[in-house]
């Protein structure tokens, strides 16, 4: 059990950095397993990928509550519909990934391999690097100006993410930028979709492990391993979060596309001399 208890507090540590980060949280816990020989156990397991994702959602409620709470008292009437017109944009914006999720999900899980995920890398990293070189001035440069076509146009560039390896934070911030947005604006909306898209992903996974009754296979250890992996994320999501909070107010995005190319050729090259 020990050792099993290293191996879930380490996935936990790759899942809330790289969530956040536009390097796939995904496609760098598939590679982790294929690191540490985890085919096949229970870490490799679609709920224990997707589900993991809670605690780093949780993070962003802790650390976003007040921004997306439309209740809260000392907001002025105007504040709170400001925040209920956000949380409509993040509701539209979630609508192609909430289709296309449903409709080829068991199709992604089946191609989920060292492979794709190194290409995907790759792909979008050298996408990061000329996404700097060509955007112009951002036009949107806060959540309240944005409009639904902005949100929707997003959103679509989010659904990429289904593919493994393309990471969703990265596809929501490069399309963000894409279509006028700032780093920050498109970091920011970025952080808010994640609540009701990997929830509800979670949700899919329990929800399909359980028709499947592969649900009631999971031992009351395997249970304890994702608990220490979610709450491991959660807390490494909330300086993950910050981190990139405070770097996008300074950086630019060019050294994350660097990352992904490096780490995808690297990742191909292992898989094709040690396989």
Same mark, same amino acid.
């Given at each position: 059990?020990?050792?099993? #208890?290293?191996?879930?507090?380490?996935?936990?540590?790759?899942?809330?950095?790289?969530?956040?980060?536009?390097? @796939?949280?995904?496609?760098?816990?598939?590679? !982790? *397993?294929?690191? !540490?020989?985890?085919?096949?156990?229970?870490?490799?397991?679609?709920?224990?990928?997707?589900? +993991?994702?809670?605690?780093?959602?949780?993070? +962003?409620?802790?650390?976003?509550?007040?921004?997306? *709470?439309?209740?809260?008292? %000392?907001?002025? *009437?105007?504040? =709170? =519909?400001? &925040?209920?017109?956000?949380?409509?944009?993040?509701?539209?914006?979630?609508?192609?990934?909430?289709?296309?999720?449903?409709?080829?999900?068991?199709?992604?899980? &089946?191609?989920? *391999?060292?492979?794709?995920?190194?290409?995907?890398?790759?792909?979008?990293?050298?996408?990061?690097?000329?996404?700097?070189?060509?955007?112009?001035?951002?036009?949107?440069?806060?959540?309240?100006? !944005? %409009?639904?076509? &902005?949100?929707?146009?997003?959103?679509?560039?989010?659904?990429? @993410?289904?593919?493994?390896?393309?990471?969703?934070?990265? @596809?929501?911030?490069?399309?963000? !930028?894409?279509?006028?947005? %700032?780093?920050?604006?498109?970091?920011?909306? %970025?952080?808010?979709?994640? /609540?009701? #898209?990997?929830?509800?992903?979670? /949700?899919? =996974?329990?929800?399909?492990?359980?028709?499947?009754?592969?649900?009631?296979?999971?031992?009351?250890?395997?249970?304890?391993?994702?608990?220490?992996?979610? /709450?491991?994320?959660?807390?490494?999501?909330? #300086?993950?979060?910050?981190?990139?909070?405070?770097?996008?107010?300074?950086?630019?995005?060019?050294?994350?596309?660097?990352?992904?190319?490096?780490?995808?050729?690297?990742?191909?090259?292992?898989?094709?001399?040690?396989?």
């Amino acid at each position: 059990m020990g050792i099993l #208890v290293i191996f879930a507090i380490i996935l936990g540590i790759v899942e809330g950095i790289t969530e956040w980060l536009p390097v @796939s949280s995904t496609g760098h816990l598939i590679l !982790m *397993n294929e690191f !540490m020989h985890l085919d096949g156990s229970f870490f490799d397991s679609q709920i224990f990928l997707y589900v +993991i994702q809670l605690g780093a959602i949780l993070a +962003i409620a802790t650390l976003y509550f007040h921004k997306l *709470n439309p209740f809260a008292p %000392s907001k002025t *009437n105007e504040e =709170k =519909k400001a &925040t209920w017109q956000m949380w409509f944009k993040v509701a539209v914006a979630c609508i192609p990934a909430a289709v296309l999720g449903l409709l080829f999900n068991d199709f992604m899980d &089946t191609i989920s *391999n060292g492979v794709i995920v190194s290409v995907m890398l790759i792909l979008y990293g050298i996408g990061f690097m000329l996404v700097e070189r060509i955007t112009p001035e951002p036009k949107v440069v806060s959540i309240d100006n !944005m %409009s639904y076509k &902005t949100a929707i146009l997003i959103g679509l560039f989010q659904a990429l @993410s289904i593919v493994p390896g393309t990471s969703r934070s990265g @596809s929501t911030i490069l399309g963000g !930028m894409l279509i006028g947005t %700032s780093r920050s604006v498109a970091a920011e909306f %970025s952080f808010f979709l994640a /609540i009701p #898209v990997m929830f509800g992903v979670s /949700i899919l =996974k329990i929800g399909s492990s359980y028709l499947d009754g592969e649900l009631f296979l999971i031992t009351s250890q395997q249970w304890i391993l994702l608990a220490v992996s979610m /709450i491991v994320s959660y807390v490494v999501s909330l #300086v993950s979060v910050k981190f990139l909070v405070n770097y996008v107010k300074n950086h630019d995005f060019k050294f994350f596309g660097y990352y992904r190319v490096v780490l995808g050729i690297i990742v191909l090259i292992s898989f094709f001399l040690f396989r």
